[in-house]
């Protein structure tokens, strides 16, 4: 454990923990979009930085990715890190006008129209890389992944195609901060429509009841994973014994 | 929603804000509800609890389960004492005592806490326009003080103080419908919700807090002791008391009813009513009753959601 003062308050921690986790479990609120507890921290946002000083110097660094350490001054609401916080909101905002999750951050910091040109079309996805992460991480299915690099970066299925790895489970849609994916069931189809790309699947009918329960590529991918017959999943769970 | 079963609850917090360790019977469809809704929640959450099963199994001293601020009150002043938290709140926040921004009071309560004997104070509290959340876990009877049918129990379920036998088909009266109850009184959220769905359970506890004034949530919680069911099929229980009709989910923002679930076709009820022993000695007439009633009801939400 080491002790560490955040906002002027003294606080313990294990020591490695991540500042944002260690400000959260005391009740001390940091904004940040692309921290997830399930899957490992990236600093894609930048929304959570915060102001640390050691041995008389101060920068600012990402709170989802600076590891507690003793003695450490942390400032979360400094004027410095407000600005900053603002900054990237705003830089986030014109790049996603669209986004409600941004225009509500953007009303909380008082920011009323964004200072940068706004951009058109780009369907609120940030760059955020949860869902990217998630289908690696979580799922273990690796369908989706960032492509190209700069200002071109961006979302993407191989190719800009359908996504042969894709299992239509709908993590990458249920962990979007920003409900950039949006996945909708359709009578015996599920279709999940990403920035880039619209992937429409096959719903697997359960043989008893008739109603159509979970994408056939799912079921396939769990068969394959777990060694299962390949009849398994004929009926749904409320159709088995 | 419910084919999204497999992946998506590993995104869910790992944090558990209703702890291990508690005294609920195998199979408690109510203790995970809790569990559940508490997560949702998050840390800053005050709750009221009134006596019931979960107070009993949560807080045997010394021990508790809570890892949130944590109030157990009376059967029948749930609401009053959340109501009393609420003002308190906003009357340090006015007085410059002390700002708590963002805690969200909760009101937890059984369905005899809510249906008969806390009816009163709930009503009260939902009149006066607190902000704040109750959310009743329907384990449709008293459970803890040994199965004894309250207004919430359903048609033709045998407990202790409505045995089946003879002259008697169980419970006589059909099931009080609360979550109507609470809309007449045109508070801004309703809804029910099932732990057997637990991503429809997580976004309406979300929308519930969320909203200002008072909210009600109405949470069916399988009791295997009571139903007489197996404690392994509680989860499955759960689902089938929404898909055959008889606990429709469904939810009402200021007034507008919205289904949320859309079942093109009912399941039998039989198909729930069979795995409960509490319902064994219908006959094939009463089912067909319960088959009519559900099928009649279901069709007048089902106009009210158009």
């Not at chain 1, 930085?49 to 990715?65: D, F, H, N, T, Y």
């Not at chain 2, 559940?36 to 006596?51: P, R």
Request: with cysteine; aromatic share 6%.
């Amino acid at each position: 454990m080491v002790t560490l003062t955040i906002d002027g308050r003294e606080v313990r921690a294990e020591e490695g923990k991540v500042l944002l986790e260690v400000a959260r479990d005391n009740r001390i609120d940091i904004p940040a979009l692309c921290q997830h507890d399930s899957v490992a921290a990236y600093g894609a946002c930048r929304l959570c930085m915060v102001e640390i000083s050691r041995k008389g110097r101060e920068k600012l660094v990402a709170s989802c990715l600076y590891p507690a350490e003793e003695g450490l001054v942390v400032k979360t609401d400094s004027p410095r890190v407000i600005h900053v916080r603002r900054t990237v909101t705003e830089l986030l905002l014109a790049r996603c006008p669209d986004s409600e999750v941004l225009q509500d951050l953007a009303r909380k910091l008082g920011i009323e129209r964004p200072r940068f040109s706004l951009e058109e079309g780009n369907h609120k996805c940030i760059l955020c890389a949860l869902c990217t992460r998630a289908c690696e991480q979580v799922v273990g299915a690796s369908a989706i992944s960032l492509a190209n690099r700069g200002t071109a970066r961006q979302m993407a299925t191989p190719f800009h195609a359908f996504s042969e790895a894709c299992i239509a489970c709908g993590t990458c849609a249920e962990i979007c901060p920003t409900r950039a994916i949006d996945i909708n069931d359709v009578g015996d189809t599920r279709i999940i429509v990403m920035p880039n790309v619209t992937m429409e699947f096959k719903l697997k009918q359960c043989s008893v009841c008739g109603s159509y329960w979970a994408p056939e590529r799912q079921l396939e991918h769990i068969i394959r994973q777990a060694g299962l017959p390949d009849n398994a999943f004929d009926k749904c769970p409320d159709c088995r014994d | 929603m419910d084919k999204q079963t497999v992946y998506i609850p590993r995104l869910a917090s790992t944090k558990e804000r209703f702890a291990p360790g508690h005294r609920a019977c195998i199979g408690c469809g109510e203790a995970l509800a809790v569990r559940l809704v508490c997560k949702a929640l998050g840390d800053n959450v005050i709750i009221a609890n009134a006596t019931g099963c979960m107070e009993i199994v949560s807080s045997q001293l010394p021990y508790t389960s809570w890892t949130v601020p944590w109030i157990h009150t009376l059967f029948e002043n749930t609401a009053a004492v959340a109501s009393g938290m609420e003002s308190g709140l906003k009357a340090m926040n006015r007085k410059g005592v002390k700002s708590l921004p963002g805690v969200k009071v909760v009101a937890m309560a059984g369905d005899g806490g809510t249906s008969d004997i806390g009816l009163q104070a709930l009503s009260g509290a939902l009149e006066r326009g607190h902000n704040f959340l109750y959310v009743c876990f329907d384990n449709e009877a008293y459970m803890n003080t040994g199965i004894q049918r309250s207004s919430s129990t359903p048609y033709g379920a045998s407990t202790t103080t409505s045995p089946a036998g003879k002259v008697s088909v169980g419970k006589f009266s059909w099931k009080k419908n609360m979550p109507a109850i609470a809309v007449a009184h045109n508070v801004p959220y309703v809804a029910t919700a099932s732990p057997s769905y637990f991503k429809d359970l997580f976004s309406k506890v979300k929308k519930a807090v969320a909203v200002n004034g008072p909210a009600y949530l109405h949470v069916l919680s399988v009791c295997p002791v009571g139903w007489r069911s197996a404690p392994e099929l509680s989860v499955r229980m759960g689902r089938l008391a929404v898909q055959t009709g008889m606990f429709p989910l469904y939810e009402v923002e200021n007034g507008k009813y919205k289904l949320s679930m859309d079942l093109p076709k009912l399941r039998p009820v039989a198909d729930y009513l069979k795995l409960q022993g509490r319902f064994r000695h219908l006959t094939q007439d009463m089912i067909q009753e319960i088959q009519r009633r559900v099928n009649e009801e279901y069709a007048k939400l089902k106009e009210k959601a158009a």
